[in-house]
């Protein structure tokens, strides 16, 4: 179980600098009444591991008539009830508590759970501790999951074979290494106590087998508010109830370049067990540098599979892996790359070519490591 001093550092590395501001709060507002309707109005939300609280601030915009927000990082607590108490906010009750340990007694209408499912180490035991603060049957809860098979997922399991902090103080040491929009990420997924990757099928799964009933899916926050969707991290969302029938079809988000994400995720295993501890150090720094520095906020995954590619390959090469090392697949790619750094033939199918983007990608450029 995690324990109370890591979600502290976790929370103070992810908020100390956050600020909550109006048109944030309204974008919120406007997401849940897409998502819940008319049905949030007059009923209590229950915000569990609120963490900024924004959601909490959103659903009294949106026409709960009461708020009750918790989190198990006293950091959280302590900002979010000195905002409040500054702006005058009331219908918003905040309590330090953690179900995992303790039950809180209260009930609510709608049950929010956005962002700390993917840290729960025990999540079936969560959600029946969860459930059991739904008002009645008739509740609704939505919940929150990272995608498992996403380039994302490669790239943050990858970063956190290297590197974790236990510390928002390590964190803090190392957070001028990152870029910007590097360590925007860094300071959540290399500080979290456990990262954990759903399929939208084992999400519902989970639901399921806690008595809750999968409704509808819904769209990522981010890209309802763009218009754009993400290929390379689309969280699931899923509203759920407890009664009645359910989502006969689960659906997974859409991949279209799913092999390149293999390969990469494939080649960094190996770049990874070949490195010793300070080189995993660094590559982890190196390439959440490198992914989230050319994310496109189109939602593209492309720029970042091509540089995060030359970026394993430089490490490839100074580790001196031979390309057989690699899986099958990923030797190919390796190989081709090679060959395109002398602008000799690649060598790959029509059937790859066609299927993938990053060999498209070799086969029309010389490539520099």
């Not at 790619?333 to 000799?344: E, K, M, P, T």
């Amino acid at each position: 179980m995690t324990t109370t001093a890591e979600l502290d550092v976790y929370a103070d590395s992810m908020f100390r600098f956050e600020q909550l501001h109006p048109r944030w709060i309204e974008a919120c507002a406007r997401y849940l009444c897409h998502t819940f309707g008319a049905s949030i109005e007059g009923k209590v939300f229950l915000d569990y591991a609120f963490g900024r609280g924004n959601w909490s601030l959103a659903a009294l915009r949106a026409g709960a008539a009461g708020v009750v927000a918790i989190d198990a990082a006293a950091g959280n607590v302590r900002r979010f009830s000195d905002y409040c108490r500054e702006h005058e906010i009331a219908n918003i009750e905040i309590l330090h508590g953690d179900i995992l340990r303790e039950p809180v007694p209260r009930s609510a209408d709608i049950l929010w759970v956005y962002g700390i499912l993917p840290c729960i180490a025990a999540p079936d035991d969560f959600l029946v501790r969860l459930s059991a603060l739904r008002r009645d049957d008739g509740a609704l809860a939505l919940l929150y999951a990272f995608d498992h098979g996403s380039l994302r997922q490669a790239i943050v399991d990858t970063a956190r074979r290297g590197v974790t902090y236990d510390s928002e103080h390590s964190f803090a040491v190392d957070s001028y290494l990152f870029t910007p929009k590097a360590r925007l990420r860094a300071r959540d997924d290399l500080t979290a106590p456990l990262v954990t990757w759903f399929t939208a099928a084992s999400l519902a799964g989970l639901a399921s087998r806690q008595g809750m009933v999968p409704l509808r899916q819904c769209p990522d926050f981010r890209d309802w508010v763009t218009g754009c969707r993400s290929e390379e991290f689309s969280p699931h969302h899923l509203v759920c109830g407890f009664q009645g029938s359910g989502l006969e079809n689960i659906g997974e988000p859409e991949r279209p370049q799913a092999g390149d994400f293999a390969v990469l995720g494939a080649m960094a295993d190996t770049v990874m067990a070949r490195a010793n501890s300070e080189a995993r150090r660094k590559l982890a720094v190196g390439l959440f540098n490198t992914h989230f520095s050319v994310l496109s906020p189109e939602g593209g995954a492309g720029g970042s599979v091509i540089e995060d590619f030359l970026f394993l390959m430089h490490a490839a090469l100074r580790l001196e892996i031979s390309p057989t090392a690699f899986d099958e697949q990923a030797s190919f790619y390796v190989a081709a790359a090679l060959a395109a750094a002398r602008d000799a033939p690649r060598h790959l199918s029509a059937a790859r070519l066609a299927a993938s983007p990053l060999a498209r990608h070799i086969e029309a450029h010389t490539l520099r490591f």
